[in-house]
Structure formats: C-alpha cells, structure tokens
C-alpha cells in the first residue's frame, strides 16, 4: 500500500510548501476534465486529493506520521519474532536432534534418560505448555550431556 507521501511524490521530510507545488502539479496532469474517459487518471487524482488532504492540514499530518511511525515499529516486532521462532525451531530440530541420533553418542551414555523423561513430563505450567524458558534449559541440559559424553 502507497503512502500520501508517494501518491505525491514526495519525502516524509517535505514543508508545506513543497506539498502544495506537487499537489498542484500532479492534479493539473491528472485531473479528469484533461484526462476525460481514462478511469485509471481518475483514481489517481482522487488519490492525490486525499493525499493533499491529509498532509495540507498539520494535525492530520501529525496523526498520519504517527501511524507510519507505528505501522513500522510492528514491521520490525514480526520480524524479529519470525526470526525467533526460526532460531528456536532450528535449535530444536538440529541442535537437539544431533544429540539423539545413535552416532553422537559414546561409549559413556550420557542422561538421555533424565533428559527425555524432562520433556516427556513437564512441570505443569499455564495452560500445561512447555513454556519457552523450560525448553530452552531442556535443550542446553541436552546440548551439555552431548559436550560431555562427546569428551569422554
């Protein structure tokens, strides 16, 4: 979705002034009298006259930038909480995985035991959900007896 600034063709940074000269200039080459039948200038030009709308009048403007500037900060928390469950679900797959695979393991077992018991039966929590902190000490629990059995 375009922002009022990119229907007109300006930065976020533009004076009033600028955002005057471009509303004028665009809705002279859009306007519908000089564009008669073209439903796609139509559009256009109602695009530019909310933009113009929006950003003519300070509080508007204020409330927009406002916004913009909350509509990005939960850009960056989506992403962010992407790439944690990416990270997790790695951690979960590979990180513990290697430590059960029969290969891994030496001579000296490690506690896949006490580990696997762990998970099999977690503490009850809100809900009886293995909450996150719990598979994380889960996992380096794993991660060490791994470290451990591999240095023997």
Not at 62 to 86: F, I, N, P, Q, S
Not at 117 to 142: D, I, Y
Request: overall charge positive; proline content about 5%.
């Amino acid at each position: 979705m375009r922002t009022v600034y990119e229907a007109l063709g300006l930065a976020a940074a533009a004076d009033p002034g600028q955002v005057k000269t471009a509303y004028y200039a665009l809705a002279k080459s859009f306007h519908p009298d000089v564009n008669a039948g073209d439903v796609r200038a139509e559009r256009r030009f109602k695009d530019i006259n909310a933009a113009y709308e929006i950003l003519s009048d300070p509080q508007k403007r204020a409330a927009y930038d406002l916004g913009l500037k909350h509509k990005h900060a939960e850009m960056h928390r989506r992403v962010w909480k992407v790439m944690a469950t990416a990270a997790a679900s790695f951690m979960m797959t590979v990180g513990c995985g290697l430590y059960f695979l029969p290969s891994a393991l030496s001579a000296y077992e490690p506690r896949t035991t006490t580990v696997a018991a762990e998970a099999a039966n977690p503490s009850p929590t809100s809900g009886n959900v293995l909450g996150a902190q719990r598979f994380l000490l889960l996992a380096a629990k794993a991660w060490s007896s791994q470290r451990e059995a591999v240095a023997k």
